[in-house]
């Protein structure tokens, strides 16, 4: 084989194994009507005190607070990394690293943003 055929190949075998390589699979992002794609940060428990609380949950009263979990959620707005503060659904079991469907709202404003759906459980990548 000459020079010209053994390039070929070779090329077509690191076409091959680059084939093979693919990224994470996240799931898919209602990004058209305003989700994002978030990376769960921090989670605040019961045993968060008012004043390390978020201003959308320091407001509400113990009891409130008690009976749903919340999360810290960072997520990528345009060349901009944002976080929002988002109450964990009953079914939902996350942890940090867990990549989730965000819906985001401004907690200085007094909003809880919502998460729709796990999209990846783990550390982050």
Not at 14 to 29: D, E, K, N, Q
């Amino acid at each position: 084989m000459n020079w010209q055929g053994s390039f070929a190949v070779t090329v077509i075998a690191l076409l091959g194994f680059a084939g093979c390589a693919s990224g994470p699979t996240f799931g898919v992002v209602d990004w058209q009507h305003g989700a994002r794609r978030g990376v769960v940060s921090t989670t605040y428990g019961a045993d968060t005190a008012p004043a390390q609380r978020p201003a959308c949950v320091a407001a509400l009263p113990p009891d409130q607070y008690a009976k749903q979990r919340f999360v810290l959620v960072r997520y990528q707005h345009v060349r901009l990394t944002r976080t929002a503060v988002a109450a964990v659904p009953a079914n939902f079991s996350l942890k940090e690293g867990d990549v989730v469907e965000l819906w985001p709202t401004d907690c200085s404003a007094g909003g809880l943003s919502r998460i729709s759906k796990v999209l990846r459980t783990g550390p982050p990548l």
